[in-house]
């Protein structure tokens, strides 16, 4: 039995009739009947009989107009997932970020991804950038989005969105007044600010500082750049962070650009080079485009 005797089968049961059954299944009535024929030699017995005006089933074929209907219904719920799946309408996704990054313009991402791919699984990971990237290696997350491009081998960078450095400071602070500030100007303060070995983009805010003449004095250091307001208002010093750590933060901080030459906090989209998920591709073509319509409308 196959699925085309199946629908022919079910075609003849529903109309009670092969004139009818051949005419919704654009096919001439001869052929039709041969296909009935041998679906009933293969199953060995008689699924209709006629009678003067009409098809009738017979309580096996009765049974077969049941189960086929299922089959086919199932069938067809196999063909949608598979096409969805090979669409990348269903799976999983599993993104890394830091909480600063969250802060930013990936919550509004994530919020827009779910409009158009509501069956997809997504879950959040937050994570050190170098926690990240290990993450991505080893497999365990599809994308993550972090400030710089890795120098890992094997892994794609397109850039999602820009974004400047700037200073924070607690409002009592000396340099309060000033419209801008120059990272020289920043040499005698203490400094809260982000682990070294936590990632790229810590350790190139500190090359940036050192090219301006000082090497930061350290009073506070720690792994997530939202962590770094608190500290700020409690009075442990200044703090250059991302842009985005201004747009929610506590009223005792102040911000001011860095000008000229501010250090930028450029957050990249990395995945692994041979990915194979359309879920995966079509999540990074949706923050591309989503991203850039934004910023041209904003």
């Known amino acids: 039995m196959d699925l085309r005797q199946l629908r022919y089968f079910i075609a003849v049961a529903e109309e009670r009739s092969f ?36 098809v009738e089933l017979t309580q096996a074929g009765e049974a077969m ?69 290990a993450a991505l290696l080893a497999r365990t997350t599809n994308i993550c989005l972090i400030r710089g491009i890795p120098a890992e081998r094997d892994l794609t960078s397109k850039l999602a969105w820009r974004e400047e450095v700037v200073l924070a400071m607690p409002r009592t602070h000396r340099l309060v007044r000033r419209r801008r500030i120059a990272l020289g100007d920043l040499a005698s303060e203490d400094h809260v600010v982000l682990d070294p070995n936590s990632s790229e983009f810590a350790r190139y805010v500190q090359t940036c500082c050192v090219d301006a003449g000082f090497l930061p004095k350290v009073s506070q250091q720690v792994v ?57 591709h079509n999540f990074v073509k949706l923050a591309l485009r989503y991203l850039n319509h934004r910023k041209s409308v904003g």
């Open 19 to 54: 004139t009818l059954a051949a005419r919704r299944l654009n096919l001439s009535q001869p052929p039709l009947s041969q296909h009935i024929q041998a679906l009933e030699a293969e199953l060995g017995t008689q699924l209709l009989y006629r009678t003067s005006r009409r």
């Open 65 to 133: 107009l049941v189960r086929g209907r299922a089959i086919l219904q199932q069938v067809k719920v196999t063909e949608d997932e598979v096409r969805s799946i090979g669409a990348g309408l269903i799976g999983t996704l599993d993104v890394g970020a830091t909480g600063s990054i969250l802060r930013g313009r990936l919550a509004e991402l994530l919020a827009a991804y779910r409009e158009v791919a509501p069956r997809v699984k997504m879950t959040v990971h937050e994570q050190a950038p170098a926690l990240q990237i």
């Open 224 to 280: 997530d750049a939202q962590s770094i307001p608190s500290l700020i208002a409690a009075g442990f010093g200044v703090a250059l962070v991302p842009q985005s750590i201004a747009r929610f933060t506590i009223a005792d901080i102040v911000f001011r650009p860095i000008r000229p030459s501010p250090p930028t906090a450029d957050v990249f989209l990395v995945f692994r080079e041979d990915e194979t998920s359309m879920v995966v």
